[in-house]
């Protein structure tokens, strides 16, 4: 499997990520471990999760997926050098989101414990925090790599503007910048990342790990209609695809997938892949068969054709 780099981190990464959301939601533990065996067995390394993930479930506290995925990292076949695990600090755990360093240094550890492991190799702020100076949070990373609790660091929901802040906090104070951004970007949601922001990732080499990369499931084409998304985990956030663009995508989907035998959500995460700027989206999987699919886009070829036909639907 090609290794790609990710920015300055010294990480390499498989080409898909395996996105944790799901473990503890609507993939139950020992689902999530089949998933992960055959995520590695395919030659793929990475898994994103969370610490809030997946507390919007009921009965859920948060911490759901990362003690999931701990669990799984105790047992596998695997050494846990040959996983890159992605994790994220910041979001609401029931203090409301923040980066203050304090929160930070508290939440590793609870993060660190519920993955049982020693250090996270990509350790995210999740959101903005407007309230918190950048050198307050980014001096609270740079302890934490100094004790080796983490190897590198990045955001997510971060604009131009805010992430060009960021590095210029960084650079005044001596302090690490983030390396590495996660966004949300995908055929249908194109303007938050394109433009300034995938300029600004491009010039200043900061790996690119894509979220949503298949429209909460819209881009894989099983969700036509609303009656499709009827009594579906994800029906709120799959409706608002189902609009003109949404339907125009299915339409140029269903004829690459004609074209080239691939199924859309194969076509719709080789197209991330080819994207200026994109080390790797990240999706996730609920069955081995969904598994299977993701892996068959990482070595997925679309052709220029293909590409502007694509580029096109979503515009």
Known sequence: MEMRRLGKTGLSVAPIVIGGNVFGWTADEKTSFAILDAFFDAGLNTIDTADVYSAWVPGNKGGDSEEIIGRWLKQ??????????????????????????????????????????????????????????????????????????IRAIGCSNYDADLLQASFDAAERAGLPRYD?????????????????????????????????????????GKYRSKADTEGRAREGRVSQYLD??????LAVLDKVSAETGASPA?????WLLRKKGVTAPIASATSLSQLESLVKSATLALSDEAMALLDEAGA
Request: hydrophobic letters at 40%.
């Open 76 to 149: 596998a076949k695997i050494s846990r050098d040959k996983a890159v695990i992605v994790t994220k600090v910041g979001s609401d755990m029931g203090q409301g989101k923040t980066l203050k360093a304090s929160y930070i240094l508290k939440a590793v550890e609870d993060s660190l414990r519920r993955l049982q492991t020693d250090y996270i190799d990509l350790y995210l702020s999740h959101w903005p925090d407007a309230d918190t100076p950048h050198e307050e949070t980014l001096g609270a990373y740079a302890k934490l790599k100094q004790q080796g609790k």
């Open 266 to 270: 194969e076509i719709s995460l080789a």
């Open 244 to 249: 003109d663009k949404g339907l125009r995508i």
């Open 180 to 220: 590495v951004l996660q966004p949300e970007y995908n055929l249908y949601e194109r303007a938050s990342f394109e433009g300034p922001l995938a300029e600004l990732c491009l010039t200043q080499d900061i790996g690119v790990i894509t979220y949503f990369s298949l429209a909460a499931g819209f881009l894989t």
